[in-house]
């Protein structure tokens, strides 16, 4: 059974937002090409976009602070509980 943490650090926040923002930034420039605005743009010329958004949300990955971060660690097993030693034998 492989138990998963959910972390809720601002550099995995962050992480989390690079999917969604790569595909914004592809529905848009979708949309500019498909516009009837004068721009000589196709969806082969713009992506480099796409590139300069996922290096930004890299860049403030990077930067973003590790405090409170759940890593990859494996979880730490309960210690059995201390049991004083039995008395010694009366003689």
Known sequence: MSIRYHCSCARCRVRGLTGPAVL?????????????????????????????????????????????HLGSQPPVPPQPPIVPPPPPPAV
């Open 24 to 68: 914004i930034t592809i529905g848009i420039l979708f949309l500019i090409g498909r516009s009837s605005w004068d721009w000589d743009w196709g969806f082969g010329r713009t992506w480099p976009i796409i590139l300069l958004v996922i290096g930004a949300i890299k860049l403030a990955e990077a930067m973003a602070s590790t405090e409170g």
